[in-house]
Antibody, heavy 117, light 112 residues
Framework: EVQLVETGGGLVQPGKSLKLTCATS????????MHWVRQSPEKQLEWVAQ??????????YYAESVKGRFTISRDDSKSSVYLQMNSLKEEDTAIYYC????????WGQGVMVTVSS | DVVMTQTPVSLSVAIGQPASISCKSS???????????LNWLLQRPGQSPKRLIY???KLDSGIPDRFSGSGSETDFTLKISRVEADDLGVYYC?????????FGAGTKLELK
């Protein structure tokens, strides 16, 4: 059974940092292209970042809204993908999901990130 | 960025009746491979989104054939032939052809 479990969310002040982790199981993670998607309090979905597999040189892609502030990375030995979020803004407040959709479509349960002073 | 315009914003349908949602993109979603990466997702209340359809018209595993997708280039439609109670929630279209991938604003399907 494919599982994706996000952790690391919470309440953080503007300008601070937070690192999200998505632990996966049930599929060959080393071949997987992984994504982070977020959903604002207004329920709008926004694609945030993607990381490809080792065979694709771990290529990464970002939404303009997070480029230069967020970094997606992975550890194939732990079947995990990460999202390092720096210089957080109030508009980064959202539920963050990790997703995998190369063979079917799988989403984690999401983790809440609240940026507020 | 590709803008995905979904209509209607909300839809009230009686059980057993059909429903239709439109999604228009600001540019063609035909990729360099010739494939069109247009998906439809459903988010039920309190749950994560779940894909129903990919590549315009292909049903994901376990999705009933009451659901169908059609369209090309910039104009796409999701149809439900007979709405059931389990179909309630918010439907989103998603384009995966051009970076950054972009979602429609959602269509809320409610029971009449």
């Amino acid at each position: 059974e494919v599982q994706l479990v996000e952790t690391g969310g919470g309440l953080v002040q503007p300008g601070k940092s937070l690192k999200l982790t998505c632990a996966t199981s049930g599929f060959t993670f080393s071949n997987a292209w992984m994504h982070w998607v977020r959903q604002s309090p207004e329920k709008q979905l926004e694609w945030v970042a993607q990381i490809k597999a080792k065979s694709n040189n771990y290529a990464t892609y970002y939404a303009e809204s997070v480029k230069g502030r967020f970094t997606i990375s992975r550890d194939d030995s732990k079947s995990s993908v990460y999202l390092q979020m720096n210089s957080l803004k109030e508009e980064d407040t959202a539920i963050y999901y990790c997703t995998w959709n190369q063979h079917g479509d799988y989403w984690g349960q999401g983790v809440m990130v609240t940026v507020s002073s | 960025d590709v803008v995905m315009t979904q209509t209607p914003v909300s839809l009230s349908v009686a059980i057993g009746q059909p429903a239709s949602i439109s999604c228009k993109s600001s540019q063609s979603l035909v990729g360099t491979s010739g494939k069109t990466y247009l998906n439809w997702l459903l988010q039920r209340p309190g749950q994560s989104p779940k894909r129903l359809i990919y590549l315009v018209s292909k049903l994901d595993s376990g999705i009933p054939d009451r659901f169908s997708g059609s369209g090309s280039e910039t104009d796409f439609t999701l149809k439900i032939s007979r709405v059931e109670a389990d179909d309630l929630g918010v439907y989103y279209c998603l384009q995966g052809t051009h970076f950054p991938y972009t979602f429609g604003a959602g269509t809320k399907l409610e029971l009449k």
